[in-house]
């Protein structure tokens, strides 16, 4: 007879009622400040996975535990640990290489920065806020914490990232505000000059290594307040700090003389400058000093792309906690085809199918993972289609242009007519 009950000692991990309320109710500040960022630096790895247990181990919880342990594994379940993907581990390797150049340059008056495209869904700002936190913890465990670059008797706070968001209408005074706001330094008041040697100074000051800039696809070349965007983000080049812009297709933004995308050999290609938008020669100060990085999707039409999506599956698969789950759930029959086929193999949305999938599991008492259930769950459009290679940057359609609408000349006095001789 085999037992069934739970072992005294399996529940001593799971947090009391009042912790799990704590951690369901507690603010999250956002990480365009530098609370935020912090926060998110401390805690991105602290969540522990609910205790596995069997449905009929389960059953012999008390009510009050049960209510716990399930409220738990819910938690557990929505947050799905962020894998270290092959498309993950190319922007990965490159922002380390870059930040270990950059950060060890003596002497160069401009550093090589890193723009990292894709499309939405892909985990851009979640892989790149990773790599960058990762850095900072191993850059103040060399310096004890302290700014290496700190005046005696100041008390500046010491902050080697500053991450902030592009605004939705950029401006160069508004760029620069968003980024004082990040460590509540003050900007009323202050014209453009000064507000540029603000920000230069604040980022001295507290020691800034890297300025992520989230969400840079909201500029558009074809205005002239964003070109002086780009031109003051050039300008923040030079201040020994490591620039790192991400957002959704940024060739195709003209950032980089709207580049295409070359599908045979899978890397991103410039037009001709005399076909450039952008003024002059003055465009490739970005081309030169960025380098580009296309976050992709899932691929299944190779081996290794294949077994990629299924170890990814695997790994989602051993987080889970549903009472009824099995080895193979996710990664077994058929399950990866469909999965691939619902998501189009963009992580985010497989992400939230997954997540959305254990939610009903869980409250229709099924407690399991199959395409009937997943079918229930929406995702947005059903008929998910990725762009395909040859549209990875492809411009917008150009209006066609209106025929200018001609005169009526019907009412016009022509003169007198000749009259025809007889």
């Not at 990480?31 to 805690?43: P, V």
């Not at 695997?314 to 789950?325: D, F, K, T, V, W």
Request: aromatic share 4%; proline share 6%; hydrophobic share 40%.
């Amino acid at each position: 007879m085999t037992d069934t009950t739970v072992p005294r000692d399996l529940l001593t991990g799971l947090p009391s009622r009042r912790k799990i309320a704590e951690l369901i109710l507690s603010d999250t500040p956002s990480r365009d400040t530098f609370a935020g960022w912090q926060h998110f630096r401390a805690t991105r790895s602290l969540l522990v996975p609910a205790q596995r247990l069997s449905a009929a181990q389960w059953r012999t919880l008390a009510p009050r535990r049960r209510d716990d342990y399930d409220t738990y594994r819910q938690m557990t379940n929505v947050n799905l640990p962020l894998q270290q993907t092959p498309m993950a581990q190319k922007v990965s390797r490159l922002i380390d290489r870059r930040l270990n150049a950059n950060t060890r340059k003596k002497g160069d008056p401009t550093l090589a920065g890193v723009m990292v495209s894709g499309w939405g869904q892909h985990g851009k700002t979640a892989t790149v806020c990773r790599v960058v936190a990762a850095f900072e913890d191993r850059w103040l465990r060399l310096h004890n914490s302290v700014n290496p670059a700190s005046v005696p008797g100041t008390v500046d706070l010491h902050s080697p990232v500053a991450y902030v968001q592009a605004p939705v209408t950029a401006k160069p005074k508004s760029t620069c505000i968003t980024i004082l706001n990040f460590f509540k330094a003050p900007s009323r008041g202050l014209n453009l000059p000064q507000l540029v040697r603000q920000v230069a100074e604040s980022l001295r000051d507290h020691g800034v290594k890297v300025l992520i800039i989230d969400d840079i696809n909201r500029l558009r070349m074809h205005r002239a307040d964003d070109q002086d965007v780009l031109d003051l983000i050039r300008a923040f080049m030079g201040l020994d700090v490591t620039l790192i812009l991400t957002g959704v297709n940024i060739p195709g933004t003209g950032l980089l003389r709207e580049a295409r995308w070359h599908a045979k050999q899978r890397s991103w290609v410039m037009p001709p400058l005399e076909s450039t938008r952008v003024h002059g020669l003055e465009v490739t100060q970005t081309e030169r000093r960025f380098e580009l990085v296309e976050l992709d999707r899932f691929r299944t039409t190779t081996p290794g792309g294949i077994q990629a999506f299924v170890n990814h599956l695997q790994g989602i698969e051993e987080h889970l906690r549903l009472l009824n789950a099995r080895a193979g759930m996710l990664t077994e029959g058929t399950m990866p085809e469909y999965l691939m086929h619902r998501t189009g193999g963009v992580v985010g949305l497989l992400g939230r199918l997954i997540e959305d999938g254990c939610l009903e599991a869980m409250a229709n008492g099924r407690e399991l993972l199959d395409e009937s259930l997943l079918d229930e769950i929406v995702i947005g459009r059903d008929d998910l289609t990725h762009p395909p290679d040859s549209e990875v940057a492809a411009p917008p359609a150009k209006p066609a242009k209106r025929r200018s609408r001609g005169r009526n000349t019907v009412f016009d006095d022509h003169g007198p007519r000749d009259h025809a001789v007889g």
